[in-house]
């Protein structure tokens, strides 16, 4: 039996799941948001729990065990808590501000480089840090993931844009000796 999959999921005060055939949606007071049924796996709502079962003990439905019961608890705290990451941007001249839907930052090259932000993800800018939130997991970790590729920070002195919580290995630069 799967570790994940067999835990059972808390449904909190102010949450509503509904289970369909095919899909589940999760209101709070936050959002709404729906996920597809797997195929081979079954969710019940035993009053105030969730469940995931799995209809056999084939290799298929074992893996898609653990997800979908992982996939419906980060719908339960997204629609709640909501989930959030914090971006770093370090470097001589680099700037990022807020321009209605739209980051604009100047990252050392020759122009200004753009991020229109999907529907239902926000963004705080404070100094030269990015906040990213939304209810979704998936896609504040995607657009996370999308402005951090614009830049990536480099190992020499660590300019570009990383992760609050991310260590970035330094290198020591040339080594060769005077003749």
Same mark, same amino acid.
């Given at each position: ?21 095919? !899909?589940?949606?999760?209101? %709070?007071?936050?959002? @709404? &948001? ?5 195929? /081979? =796996? #079954? ?17 298929? !439905?074992?893996?898609?065990? %653990?997800?979908?019961? @992982? &996939? ?5 705290? /997204? =629609? #709640? ?99």
């Amino acid at each position: 039996m799967s570790r994940i999959g067999k835990l059972p999921i808390a449904i909190p005060s102010g949450v509503t799941i509904t289970v369909d055939p095919d !899909n589940i949606t999760v209101a %709070g007071s936050k959002g @709404t &948001l729906t996920q597809f049924t797997m195929p /081979g =796996v #079954t969710v019940k709502q035993e009053g105030d729990q969730v469940l995931v079962t799995r209809i056999n003990d084939e290799a298929p !439905n074992r893996a898609k065990h %653990g997800l979908m019961r @992982t &996939l419906v608890n980060n719908m339960v705290t /997204g =629609v #709640t808590q909501g989930f959030s990451k914090k971006l770093e941007i370090n470097g001589v001249g680099f700037r990022v501000a807020l321009a209605g839907s739209d980051l604009k930052m100047n990252l050392g090259f020759s122009h200004e480089v753009v991020y229109h932000l999907p529907q239902g993800i926000q963004a705080v800018v404070e100094q030269n840090t990015i906040t990213i939130s939304g209810i979704d997991k998936q896609k504040v970790g995607q657009v996370a993931a999308e402005i951090r590729a614009l830049k990536k920070p480099e190992p020499y002195k660590g300019k570009g844009i990383k992760y609050a919580d991310e260590r970035i290995i330094r290198k020591s630069g040339k080594s060769g000796k005077d003749k």
